[in-house]
């Protein structure tokens, strides 16, 4: 049987965050509603932080709102703290994206806390939606910014960020997602440290995030696939970045990478010429923005030729 992928669209987050123009509410759910027409179940639609420190995000309990209603679509939204996660609480989003850096520095500079501090706010939000009744409760994800390294520390410890997934797991993490917030990772690091992730806390979903910084996202993504991993972020024409990583323009492709997956014999559920003129949305509301991918370009071969592992 054809193995499912999960593709989730985050650059309505990862990407507007560093978009100065202000997209309308209005053209987000038309961006929201297409995308899932194509067949993406999952999207991160905004950033529960200050709107005088973000203020794309000041839509937020709107956009939330809005996408509730949208049956089918499980609705996640990033949260940096205790208050954003409260706010998500109240919202109804159905999952709450926590997030963190495995280095300190990155961290600081991000969320201006220690990673120890971050880590204890995780476990009281983790026992905050104990006391939520089931049906409202969402589900908790815990990402870990820097897994692969760190624009402010270099390297980063593949024994740390093994540590600290598993850390998040004990404290009742529904997913964790390993980022390459500033793309540093190469394959086989990629490789290596899903190897070892998958391997202590498998039992939970673990979720790739690849930024395209230096042309390996989807390099990257590949190895991802053959470690196991069955779950990844992506975004739209690869809008994105982080605004603390010089240069991280550029989430992986969203239509490239359901591709690559049809390419490697995985199923998404994702109907990519659909995905692909979704760009249209993006091209007209932010036409400074530079639009990345290539099936956009080349359009995709009249039968994809899909080729399963070899075992
Ligand atoms: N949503 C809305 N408002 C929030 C908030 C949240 N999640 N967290 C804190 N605030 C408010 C506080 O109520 C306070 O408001 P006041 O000045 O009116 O009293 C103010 O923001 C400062 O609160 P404080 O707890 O001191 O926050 P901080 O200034 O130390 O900032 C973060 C901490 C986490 C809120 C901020 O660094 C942040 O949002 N970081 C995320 C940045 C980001 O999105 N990066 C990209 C994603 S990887
Ligand atoms: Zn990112």
């Known amino acids: 049987m054809t193995q499912h992928i999960t593709l989730r669209e985050v650059g309505l987050r990862d990407g507007l965050q560093i978009v100065k123009t202000i997209v309308p509410t209005a053209a987000k759910m038309e961006w929201i509603r297409a995308e899932y027409a194509a067949g993406v179940q999952e999207i991160e639609v905004c ?23 949208i ?12 208050k954003g996660a409260q706010r998500g609480v109240e919202l109804g989003v159905h999952k709450l994206n926590y997030v963190m850096s495995v280095s300190e520095g990155h961290n600081l500079a991000n969320v201006r806390r220690t990673v120890a501090e971050s880590l204890d706010d995780f476990r009281n939000i983790a026992a905050m939606l104990r006391d939520v009744p089931g049906d409202q409760r969402p589900l908790l994800s815990g990402g870990l910014s820097t897994s692969f390294g760190c624009t402010i520390e270099g390297l980063v410890s593949e ?22 917030t500033v793309g540093h990772g190469g394959p086989h690091a ?19 995030h690849f930024h395209d910084t230096r042309g390996l996202g989807l390099a990257n993504a590949a190895a991802a696939l053959d470690a196991g991993v069955r ?10 970045g982080c605004p603390h990583a010089p240069g991280a323009t550029g989430n992986v492709v969203i239509e490239d990478l359901a591709y690559l997956c049809e390419t490697m014999g995985y199923s998404t559920g994702i109907d990519i010429t659909r995905l692909v003129a979704v760009r249209q949305i993006l091209a007209r509301e932010l036409p400074n923005e530079k639009l990345s991918g290539a099936i956009a370009i080349a359009g995709l071969p009249r039968r994809i030729p899909q080729v399963t592992a070899v075992a």
């Open 71 to 82: 049956q089918g679509l499980t609705v996640s939204a990033l949260v940096p703290n205790m």
């Open 231 to 240: 779950h990844f972020d992506a975004t739209l024409a690869g809008l994105g």
């Open 47 to 69: 950033s529960f932080v200050p709107p005088k420190l973000i203020p794309q995000f000041a839509d937020s309990a709107e956009l939330v709102n809005r996408s509730l209603s």
């Open 190 to 208: 990629v490789r290596r440290l899903f190897d070892r992730v998958l391997a202590s806390v498998g039992k939970v979903p673990v979720i790739a």
């Open 159 to 180: 024994d740390r960020v093994l540590e600290l997934a598993e850390l998040l797991v004990q404290a009742g993490a529904d997913e964790i997602v390993l980022a390459d």
